[in-house]
Every structure is written in C-alpha cells, then in structure tokens.
C-alpha cells in the first residue's frame, strides 16, 4: 500500500514561484523514479519532469530552465520548484511514483498517482 500526498498548489501572478511537494508513504524501501505530470482542461496528461533514484532528471521542452526537480530519498519525497510561471502552466500537477520496492525486495509494477494539485497562473 503506497499513498502519494502533494502539496504547494496555489493561484500566483505571471512570473511569480511555487513549490510543489510529494511525499510517499507505505510499505518503501527504495523508489527508482518520481516524476511531476500536469494536465490543463480538455487536454490530456504530460510529464513535467522526473528523477531517478541515481538523481538523473528528465524535463518537457517547455519548463527546461524555469523548473527544477529534485528528491529527498530518506523522506521519500519529491519537489518541483516552478519559477518565472507562465499562464499556460496552468494545470492540475500529479506526483507519480514507479518502480517501488518494499523492504522485502518486492518490485511493485503499477505506477502510484497523487490526487493533483492546482496550479493556476493568472493576473
């Protein structure tokens, strides 16, 4: 049983910041990758960014530069801060977590999803 709980959604002006956390609970040893996914009204879902276990991260083409990933493995959690935030950042945000390993060395297959955060940018 693993649970996902994110926070740090909130209404900010353009260009303002967020941070957004994830925390996973449940029976953890080890998770091999985390990742932040968004989707918008009448669009579907993408990945914003993801980080492995061994801190190699991935980003969409149009956050590269303006959000960083990163993770505290002891707390099984995973951050995104969002600077110089756009309009079309607008979304709900999603923790993602896959490749998770109990302390029994079980690899679980299915993808864990956090309930969404909003995230909404506007004047």
């Known amino acids: 049983q693993v649970q996902l709980v994110e926070s740090g959604g909130d209404l900010v002006q353009p260009g303002g910041s967020l941070r957004l956390s994830c925390a996973a609970s449940g029976s953890i040893f080890t998770i091999n990758a985390m990742g932040w996914y968004r989707q918008a009204p009448g669009k579907q879902r993408e990945l914003v960014a993801a980080?492995?276990?061994?801190?190699?991260?991935n980003y969409a083409d149009s956050v590269k530069g303006r959000f960083t990933i990163s993770r505290d493995n002891a707390k099984n959690t995973v951050y995104l801060q969002m600077n110089s935030l756009k309009p079309e950042d607008t979304a709900a945000y999603y923790c993602n977590a896959k490749g998770v390993r109990d302390y029994s060395g079980r690899l679980d297959t299915q993808d864990y999803w956090g309930q969404g955060t909003q995230v909404t940018v506007s004047s």
């Open positions: 980080i492995t276990s061994g801190v190699i991260t």
